[in-house]
T-cell receptor
Framework: DAGVTQSPTHLIKTRGQQVTLRCSPK?????VSWYQQALGQGPQFIFQ???????QRGNFPDRFSGHQFPNYSSELNVNALLLGDSALYLC?????????????FGEGSRLTVL | DAKTTQPNSMESNEEEPVHLPCNHS???????IHWYRQLPSQGPEYVIH???SNVNNRMASLAIAEDRKSSTLILHRATLRDAAVYYC????????????FGKGTKLSVKP
């Protein structure tokens, strides 16, 4: 049973470019969340998707957008990249919106913006 | 969501018990206490969670104070693989909000 898988694992972009990160949730999971983790910090919540809709959003600008597909996989898009967007981007999944249970994380996509 | 306070770092010897403290004095009645850990170069992984009663699982135990203003994650016999950043997180039951991570406690385990 595959866990949460993310791609790519590493990528390098330059300022002003756009990036798309992809996530496949753990089998049986329908809710996907995205987190940004800067070096030495804890993960920061970006947004959550359920039933192909953005359900909750953290304190991130509109440059950060996402999508969830009918098969529950998800994409994170970041436009007009800034140096400060360099971070580890984590995808997490669970079944249902009830958040009292375990959240499963992928190993992340490390983005470097030059 | 209510805030938690954890020590920045702790050290332990291999095969000894480890007690990781967490203060959450503004916890509300419906807040669950979650613990996650993040090993180097990996995403966070769930450790344990509880509401009021102490909880045990194969990884750890969670001791919750009677007034719920603090809790302690207990690793019964630390191994080198337990070296990680441990996050204590409060999460209100239901669909509102997501996990709000602080900086956590970096646990070092000495052989």
């Amino acid at each position: 049973d595959a866990g949460v898988t993310q791609s790519p694992t590493h990528l390098i972009k330059t300022r002003g470019q756009q990036v798309t990160l992809r996530c496949s949730p753990k089998s049986g999971h329908d809710t996907v969340s995205w987190y940004q983790q800067a070096l030495g910090q804890g993960p920061q919540f970006i947004f959550q998707y359920y039933e192909e809709e953005e359900r909750q959003r953290g304190n991130f600008p509109d440059r950060f957008s996402g999508h969830q597909f009918p098969n529950y996989s998800s994409e994170l898009n970041v436009n007009a990249l800034l140096l400060g967007d360099s971070a580890l981007y984590l995808c997490a999944s669970r079944y249902g919106l009830d958040n009292t249970g375990e959240l499963f994380f992928g190993e992340g996509s490390r983005l470097t913006v030059l | 969501d209510a805030k938690t306070t954890q020590p920045n770092s702790m050290e332990s010897n291999e095969e000894e018990p480890v007690h990781l403290p967490c203060n959450h004095s503004t916890i509300s009645g419906t807040d669950y206490i979650h613990w996650y850990r993040q090993l180097p170069s990996q995403g966070p992984e769930y450790v344990i969670h509880g509401l009021t009663s102490n909880v045990n699982n194969r990884m750890a135990s969670l001791a919750i104070a009677e007034d719920r203003k603090s809790s302690t994650l207990i690793l019964h016999r630390a191994t080198l693989r337990d070296a990680a950043v441990y996050y204590c997180i409060l999460k209100r039951g239901g669909s509102q909000g997501n996990l709000i991570f602080g900086k956590g406690t970096k646990l070092s385990v000495k052989p």
